[in-house]
């Protein structure tokens, strides 16, 4: 790894290059960045010093000036990633890209919105939406994560089923390599058999392969007609076990969630507002959507008769205002119950569910600890909040790994992934070179010391390539 150090002669390079203004030192103003949404204090690390560029020229000049000196750099977007992985944690240099915010172009003959990286994900899709089109990534925490750091992380969320995940809707980035280097890859053609895809070695790569800078991302027609669906049923495998019935009765829903009852309790204590059968109720919540409302209706009759004949207790219609407040405010009411969690973020073939969540609740009994389920059922993705409550942070770092470890031995076990969308980071590299096949972690050290060889944007996320420590 690099080993270069921040000096004052560093930063004042620095400060020529973005302003001022625009270097952060003072403990103060650097705390924010000692941290992403895992608020465990074992990830947080304050940063030497956070540079915000205003465009791709200050951030190539930035990352060169960082290379040339072997200071390590670590790319950030809004910092609400799930795995520790936008955190100086080896300390160096915070590359921010939030004063990148403009969308560029909104070309509606293409359907192309070409964006700079530090767009907040809702404010892309108000936007294109006003334009007549539709963006078709949704992670739930759209209203403060950037773009950028969806494609970085190839963000999941809710519309995965019809839509696909972040990797989906990207058609070109413009990337800065390591040495500082700017090359777009991709554009806003839509086929491309030119040689090896580098752009989705980008996607995904957690800020360990380079800075995005530009994206161009794929529009599709805004559907005409919308709905919601609230499935709820007094036993869970009988309300994830509707997901394989709607997709195989020939029904392609644009979201298929589940919430299990604790989450369910959980939420509605946070939110202060009464849920529909929280007393023993768990949650699936389907969205249509299509350009026939009597294809919607036929659709909606449909799922309505599957979730019965599967034992459901109510089937209606939602208010979508409600029931989405309801399900995107999972991780903020656990947070507020227990600032110290841990959110687990499996992935297992759909139909596996019902038995991962099982043994997960066995778990929850054995050591006796809250653990709330909720995900994305149309596509295997499960979160697992394990909450750390009362504990000392001694007992806590003594069990977390215990669950963990029973987790991903199931996990695996049931053909599954350690991470649907939330991706490695800094919390989950152990657990990656753990479990994951040890020609295919060569294969992700090799593309990490080709196109990174000093080891030195963003190290000891994702893989270790040489034992790194952080920094104390």
Not at 112 to 119: K, L, M, R
Not at 149 to 156: L, P, S, W
Not at 255 to 272: G, H, P, R, T, Y
Not at 337 to 354: G, H, Q, Y
Request: aromatic fraction near 6%; include cysteine; proline fraction near 4%.
């Amino acid at each position: 790894m690099a080993k270069g150090k921040v000096t004052p002669e560093l930063i004042e390079e620095l400060k020529k290059i973005v302003g001022e203004k625009y270097v952060y030192t003072d403990k103060d103003k650097l705390e924010p960045y000692s941290h992403d949404e895992v608020t465990d204090p074992h990830y947080m690390k304050d940063p030497q010093v956070v540079v915000l560029p205003a465009n791709t020229e200050e951030v190539s000049k930035v990352v060169k000036l960082c290379y040339d000196n072997d200071v390590v750099m670590v790319p950030r977007a809004a910092g609400t990633g799930l795995a520790a992985g936008a955190v100086a944690t080896f300390g160096g240099v915070i590359i921010s890209i939030e004063r990148m915010n403009k969308i560029i172009e909104i070309d509606k003959d293409n359907m192309v919105c070409v964006t700079e990286p530090g767009v907040t994900t809702s404010v892309l899709q108000d936007t294109v939406k006003e334009a007549g089109l539709f963006y078709g990534g949704d992670p739930c925490s759209g209203d403060s994560c950037f773009i950028g750091g969806n494609v970085a992380t190839n963000a999941g969320g809710n519309r995965a089923v019809k839509y696909g995940v972040t990797r989906d809707q990207v058609m070109g980035i413009e990337v800065v390599t390591p040495s500082g280097e700017v090359v777009t890859l991709g554009g806003k053609f839509r086929k491309n058999a030119t040689g090896y895809m580098l752009m989705h070695l980008y996607i995904g790569s957690e800020g360990t392969l380079g800075i995005i800078t530009k994206i161009y991302l794929k529009l599709v027609a805004l559907p005409k007609y919308q709905m919601d669906l609230l499935a709820v049923f007094s036993n869970l495998d009988d309300a994830i076990a509707l997901t394989p019935k709607v997709m195989n009765a020939g029904i392609t829903p644009v979201c298929v969630e589940f919430m299990d009852n604790a989450s369910i309790k959980q939420v509605e204590i946070f939110l202060n507002e009464k849920l529909q059968h929280s007393d023993i109720g768990n949650y699936i919540i389907i969205q249509i959507a299509g350009d026939s409302e009597d294809v919607l209706d036929e659709q909606c009759e449909k799922i309505d008769e599957l979730a019965r004949e599967n034992n459901a207790l109510d089937v209606l219609v939602a208010n979508p205002a409600v029931i989405w407040k309801s399900r995107k405010a999972y991780l903020e009411a656990d947070r507020a119950r227990s600032l110290v969690f841990s959110m687990e973020d499996i992935v297992v073939p759909m139909t596996d569910i019902p038995q991962a969540v099982q043994q997960i609740s066995r778990l929850a009994d054995k050591y006796k600890v809250a653990m709330h389920c909720a995900g994305h059922c149309g596509d295997g993705n499960v979160h697992i909040d394990i909450l750390k409550d009362d504990r000392t942070q001694e007992a806590w770092e003594e069990m977390l790994p215990q669950i963990q470890s029973e987790i991903y031995e199931l996990v695996y076990n049931l053909g599954g992934r350690l991470s649907g969308e939330h991706g490695i980071g800094y919390k989950r590299a152990a657990l990656m070179a753990k479990y994951t096949n040890p020609i295919e972690l060569k294969l992700m050290k090799d593309v990490k010391k080709a196109l990174d060889p000093k080891n030195i944007m963003n190290p000891g996320k994702v893989v270790n390539i040489n034992d790194e420590v952080p920094v104390e």
